[in-house]
């Protein structure tokens, strides 16, 4: 029973102990200083195949500079070699994937020529593909059952017969648990599970602003059930919590007891949206919970080898064996140029997921528990030829006879339109073609929102009605200011751009000039033509003698 994710809630996104929320933890920190420590973010992804789980976790942590720990419920004994260190990038790369994103599309020219293109797949992804060694020692009813170093970690494994005893364990050997702690590690005791406690010593940490800076961790086990002990966590709490799941494995997953809800997607904002995507988003996330009260938020689940757009390229053979595929049972065994197994390779056979959840020291009766779930698609495609985007979630059928025909592409994505107003000189222009700003680029821009989390930033929420430029009926939200994708209700545009014109606005421009010039020619000529016709037709006959 362990799995975890509390992760550092996107940059914009989350709040901390300074706004009275924090990111969320599946364990708690304990000091050797008579000093409370809270949770203040922590990132967690999960790798699962089988009954494996791999957990890998980015913390930080806020408190005084003495020594500190954290203790973790695992389901069984972890030895040194199920341990390590990671680097921090990694986690990064899997946020900044997973995050929900703002893309900004510009209506071409609607002079210039039309090139026709297949986009029935747009937006669909494409898959590629003390010292080590000590011997355990036993005070009473608790048990060493491990201990080892790894990086700047002493972590011993503990076992205990009653919480009571694990509880005076802690406070004896001078770690100061939260307040309240016994009874919370008592249905963890109860069940047989271990406790992982990694202590880690300040002298042997890097500070950065008073906040420690830790190596990631990494440990994987085996169990039946895929979930997350939450509980312990919330003995950190101040106030509310933000949790963030990532998992990565074959299938998307989602909570088996908690409602689940897909975040809205493909949604229009307004222009103002882009200098302050944390506080739309904050209100979104808010507005959505208010809606579906207790549910879990699926805000991402797409094919990890692929993305559209791309905020950052996606996942690759060498940072899925950072994150644990290099112990998974059908992907471990090590082949020529990767691994063997479905997942050779290339990260074709994973999924990544994210979840997001939010909740109060009250307000969350039991762990969570994650099941396997049929695929998802949403918040991909680009606008139509009137500016409208796809917001319905497609739930799609797997078919064993079509394998790769049912993948995961949903993702949370927001959308700033900028209708054509340059000058349009042609007769038929065509409107409603988008793509990136026509002094910059053919690709539409996107912006992924920073994680500032392990920053402590915390945004406030904005006015979801006044920032959205359409209504989103789905969390009953009437946008207070709609406007029409193309502008002036659709019609022309005015005779006044950005920018310069595009080349083949010029071109166009020329060559209207040029007819114009050639029929006034022709014009004046013909005029011409008929006053003579006429002076003849009226000079009089001369009589022949």
């Known amino acids: 029973m362990l799995g975890a994710s509390l992760s550092a809630v996107l940059a914009a996104f989350s709040a901390f102990c300074m706004s009275g929320r924090a990111a969320a933890f599946c364990g708690f920190y304990v000091t050797g200083a ?96 003390s010292p080590a060694g000590a011997a355990p020692s036993s005070n009473g009813s608790v048990r060493v ?23 005076g364990w802690l406070r004896t050997n001078q770690y100061n648990i939260p307040k309240g702690a016994e009874p919370v590690l008592a249905p963890y005791v109860a069940a047989g599970m271990k406790f992982f406690v990694a202590k880690v010593d300040a002298d042997r940490v890097k500070f950065e602003k008073g906040q420690a800076v830790l190596s990631p961790l990494r440990f994987h086990y085996d169990t039946p059930e895929f979930s997350l002990p939450v509980r312990l966590g919330l003995l950190n709490s101040q106030g509310s919590q933000d949790l963030i799941v990532n998992i ?63 905020p950052t390229p996606p996942l690759e053979a060498s940072d899925l064996a950072t994150l644990g595929a290099d112990v998974l049972p059908t992907s471990a065994a090590p082949a020529q140029g990767g691994f063997n197994g479905p997942f050779g390779g290339l990260a074709a056979g994973f999924t990544l997921t994210r979840l997001h959840a939010r909740y109060t020291k009250d307000g969350l009766g039991e762990d969570l528990v994650f099941q396997q779930a049929k695929p998802i698609a949403g918040g991909r495609g680009i606008p139509s030829k009137t500016g409208e ?23 949370g994505r927001y959308v700033i339109l900028h209708p054509w107003e340059g ?18 680029s053919t690709s539409p821009k996107t912006q992924s929102a920073k994680n500032t989390a392990l920053t402590g930033s915390a945004p406030v929420a904005g006015d979801l009605s006044a920032l959205v430029a359409e209504s989103v009926p789905a969390i009953d939200v009437k946008a207070t200011k709609p406007s029409s994708p193309l502008g002036n209700d659709g019609g022309c545009a005015v005779a006044s751009r950005r920018g310069p014109m595009s080349p083949a606005g010029w071109l166009l421009l020329l060559a209207a000039v040029g007819v114009a010039l050639a029929r006034a020619r022709l014009r004046l000529r013909g005029s011409r033509t008929n006053q003579c016709s006429y002076r003849q037709r009226r000079q009089p006959q001369r009589l022949k003698t």
Not at 52 to 69: C, D, H
């Open 34 to 129: 008579d000093s409370g420590l809270y949770a203040n973010a922590t990132m967690v992804v999960l790798m699962r195949d089988g009954t494996r789980t791999v957990l890998s976790m980015q913390n930080n942590y806020q408190g005084p500079p003495e020594s500190f720990a954290l203790v973790i419920p695992v389901p069984s004994v972890l030895q040194q070699d199920q341990v390590k260190v990671l680097p921090r990038e990694v986690f990064d790369k899997v946020d900044t994937l997973g995050a929900p994103r703002l893309v900004e599309y510009w209506e071409t020219d609607p002079c210039a020529p039309q090139y026709t293109e297949d986009c029935a797949n747009c937006g669909a992804a494409r898959a590629t593909s």
């Open 145 to 167: 059952e491990a201990q080892f170093v790894v990086g700047e970690y002493d972590i011993v494994i503990l076992s205990a017969d009653d919480s009571s005893s694990l509880d």
């Open 248 to 310: 990565v494995a074959p299938t998307r997953y989602e909570l088996a007891n908690y409602p689940n809800v897909t975040i809205p997607t493909n949604v229009r904002v307004r222009n103002e949206v882009r200098d302050s995507f944390a506080s739309f988003y904050e209100a979104l996330f808010s507005r959505t919970l208010a809606k579906n009260p207790g549910a879990v938020v699926t805000e991402y689940s797409w094919a990890a080898s692929s993305c559209d757009p791309c």
């Open 389 to 411: 985007l796809d917001t319905k979630l497609e739930k799609l059928e797997t078919n064993s006879n079509c394998v790769g025909c049912a993948v995961d592409n949903f993702q």
């Open 423 to 440: 000058s349009l000189l042609c007769p038929s222009p065509k409107r409603g073609s988008w793509g990136g700003p026509a002094d910059q």
